[in-house]
């Protein structure tokens, strides 16, 4: 079986478009608390899901950046 490469300029590319999703993540729970009033202590007692959410936003980068590869190897 062939081995998969990842060159470290790739890493890190994918490094940071996971921090920008993470960044926004953490935005929309500080938002969150903001709107809703609640205790600040959420930000950290929240942080699972905020990693979810992050994930959640990754994947659809991900499925966005597929989808403009795809038409710009088609055209």
Request: contains cysteine; charged residues 15%; hydrophobic residues 60%.
């Amino acid at each position: 079986m062939k081995d998969l490469h990842i060159s470290a300029k790739r890493q890190k590319s994918e490094l940071k478009w996971f921090a920008a999703c993470f960044c926004i993540a953490v935005l929309i729970n500080v938002s969150s608390i903001i709107i809703y009033k609640t205790p600040w202590s959420e930000v950290f007692t929240q942080l699972l899901w905020v990693l979810v959410i992050a994930c959640i936003l990754y994947a659809l980068s991900i499925a966005f950046r597929l989808v403009i590869y795809m038409l710009k190897r088609l055209f």
